[in-house]
């Protein structure tokens, strides 16, 4: 049985303007935005999952080159 719900409730705010949104997240890593077209009301189309932002370790990895 293939769960369709395969997603979490986060908030995701706009790269462009900082908007927030209450949004979906899904297992691949794509946002969608509840109850709106996947569009900030400034156009913006990337999102940021605040949930993620907020990470208290932060970068937990970094790039050592
Ligand atoms: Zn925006």
Not at 8 to 21: D, K, L, N
């Amino acid at each position: 049985m293939i769960n369709r719900d395969d997603f979490h409730r986060t908030a995701a705010a706009c790269e462009r303007c900082g908007a927030t949104y209450a949004a979906r997240k899904f297992s691949d890593g794509s946002i969608r935005l509840i109850g709106r077209s996947n569009e900030c009301r400034c156009g913006g189309r990337e999102f940021v999952d605040l949930s993620e932002a907020e990470r208290p370790n932060g970068s937990g990895r970094t790039a050592t080159d």
